[in-house]
């Protein structure tokens, strides 16, 4: 089978020696030549330092992306490995030595001791085994927000197993199983929004299904809404706005007030972005009117970890969204989707880089449809500039959708 990414880094290479290459690349000879001889694709990131160091001008980026897409679903994510980065903090994540190191240092969580019981012989009893699920579980979360997916998804993936291993544990009371249901759906799905993240959308709605399905037996209806609406995402970015919509708004009827209001706000803010989808401006009105007037009512001191980012700028970045998704057939939501989402890229977090490619597609996309195309053409740009530097296939393929919009706008006689 034809390798275009193997076939255009040989000819960019030339006669250069693997090993400069290798240097110039930042990654190591072994990982160069897999590249070159073994038909093997490297993450966005990799492949961004294979292209600056031949001044492929984003060639490689972009074959590297479209190979992937194409293998997706024939084999697992590729993991970052020593082959592939210099980076210590990306070639240790599953190293107990590390662990311990990592939570000490840098969570500032005296839970070393715990750890072991993950891995060693012996039967630690169930608060322990807790502490060390729960800590770990912290400390992916960090390395996936400082490192990306691909750094931390088979490592989540082993965790995640090792949760549902010990929530079927037959000697587990009631009270303990029911404790571990809850774990398995924040594990579960913080392994659905990785796997979404490197490009695996069917397989991320089934993890986000089963740990919904875990978060119900736990009792917690708010952590089954709040992934009933990950879901809905997944759908929507597909083009399944009917079927994103009726996830959003069942989850919604089913919970009523009996949900967190932050997961209230956050749930009426997509189900917006979904009816516009469907050109149903009214709906999504309405449902982004109450998803601000709950914004209020979010933060009563209790707010669930997996919505924590509840903010202004996360249903200004969804009133951006919805916008968009409006002024593709009625021009006059233009000027609401440009404030909103120049709103949200002012306040945006810095330490939320892999969420601002969401917000630079979306901005791309409402100056596209505003006919201003050097605009769109420049947050476009630094969309896929972040998407790649976070290793984020979901973003990629957004941020490379509008440019391929942007292209075609402009080819029009």
């Not at 193997?6 to 990654?27: T, Y």
């Not at 590390?98 to 005296?110: A, D, E, I, K, S």
Request: hydrophobic share 40%; with cysteine.
């Amino acid at each position: 089978m034809p390798n275009p990414f193997a076939e255009e880094l040989e000819r960019l290479r030339g006669k250069m020696p693997v090993r400069e290459l290798a240097s110039r690349a930042l990654c190591s000879k072994s990982a160069v030549s897999d590249y070159l001889n073994k038909d093997k694709i490297p993450s966005p990131g990799i492949a961004r330092h294979l292209d600056n160091a031949l001044g492929a001008q984003g060639k490689l980026v972009q074959l590297a992306y479209e190979q992937r897409q194409l293998r997706q679903g024939e084999e697992p994510p590729h993991a970052v490995t020593a082959a592939d980065s210099p980076d210590s903090l990306a070639n240790t994540t599953g190293d107990d030595v590390w662990r311990r190191t990592f939570l000490h240092q840098t969570l500032g969580l005296v839970a070393g001791a715990a750890l072991p019981s993950l891995t060693e012989s012996g039967d630690p009893g169930h608060l322990e085994r807790m502490t060390a699920h729960r800590v770990l579980r912290a400390a992916h979360g960090v390395v996936d927000n400082l490192r990306g997916a691909q750094s931390v998804y088979q490592q989540a993936q082993t965790h995640h197993r090792q949760v549902l291993d010990d929530w079927r544990n037959p000697r587990n009371t009631p009270a303990e199983r029911r404790e571990l249901a809850a774990l398995s759906s924040d594990t579960g799905g913080f392994v659905g929004f990785l796997t979404y993240d490197l490009g695996m959308a069917e397989t991320a709605i089934r993890c986000y299904q089963e740990a919904a399905e875990a978060a119900l037996e736990a009792d917690d209806l708010s952590s089954w809404a709040n992934l009933r609406g990950q879901m809905s995402r997944i759908a929507a970015d597909q083009g399944h706005f009917k079927r994103a919509a009726n996830l959003a708004d069942h989850a919604l009827h089913r919970g009523g007030t009996r949900i967190h209001p932050a997961v209230r706000c956050w749930l009426h803010a997509v189900s917006a972005h979904h009816h516009a989808g469907l050109d149903e401006a009214h709906n999504a009105s309405a449902a982004l009117d109450e998803a601000w007037r709950l914004l209020g009512h979010c933060d009563d001191g209790e707010i669930p970890p997996y919505i924590g980012y509840i903010s202004p700028v996360e249903i200004g970045k969804w009133a951006g969204h919805t916008f968009v998704r409006l002024a593709t057939k009625q021009r006059q939501y233009t000027s609401g989707g440009i404030k909103a989402l120049e709103e949200a890229r002012a306040a945006w977090p810095r330490g939320a880089r892999r969420g601002s490619a969401e917000v630079l597609t979306a901005s791309a996309r409402i100056y596209l449809a505003n006919g201003d195309l050097d605009q769109a053409a420049r947050h476009a740009a630094d969309a896929v500039r972040i998407a790649t530097d976070t290793d984020s296939a979901r973003n990629l393929t957004a941020a490379f959708a509008a440019q391929s919009a942007i292209t075609t706008r402009r080819q029009r006689p």
